[in-house]
Nanobody
């Protein structure tokens, strides 16, 4: 069982940066792949980024490639999302998620693949 708590959201002007953190409970977090997702009002939840157990493999959604970076520190049981060059279209509730995976090669991308979810943190980008 893993519990996830996001932090770091807020209001920022277009072009600015934010770093989201996802703190996980449990001593086996290094056995879980991690992901960041977002959901804007009236839209489906979309994949932002995903990272494998050790961090050796990552995936990014097309809309954030080159602007966002996912990373993790397993010693701190935390996954991060560095968001640069933010745009008003990035406004959404951001969720982190975790999935136990058998090996480090696996970077799950779909929301349906993840077992554990945080409560979300609001990111608002003003123009």
């Amino acid at each position: 069982q893993v519990q996830l708590v996001e932090s770091g959201g807020g209001l920022v002007q277009a072009g600015g940066s934010l770093r989201l953190s996802c703190a996980a409970s449990g001593r086996t977090f290094s056995s879980y792949a991690g992901g960041w997702f977002r959901q804007a009002p009236g839209k489906e939840r979309e994949t932002v980024a995903a990272i494998s157990r050790s961090g050796s493999s990552t995936y990014y959604g097309d809309s954030v490639k080159g602007r966002f970076t996912i990373s993790r520190d397993n010693a701190k049981n935390t996954v991060y999302l560095q968001m640069n060059s933010l745009e008003p279209e990035d406004t959404a509730v951001y969720y982190c998620a975790a999935k136990p995976t058998p090996g480090d090669y696996y970077t799950p991308r779909a929301t349906s693949e993840y077992n554990y979810w945080g409560q979300g943190t609001q990111v608002t980008v003003s123009s």
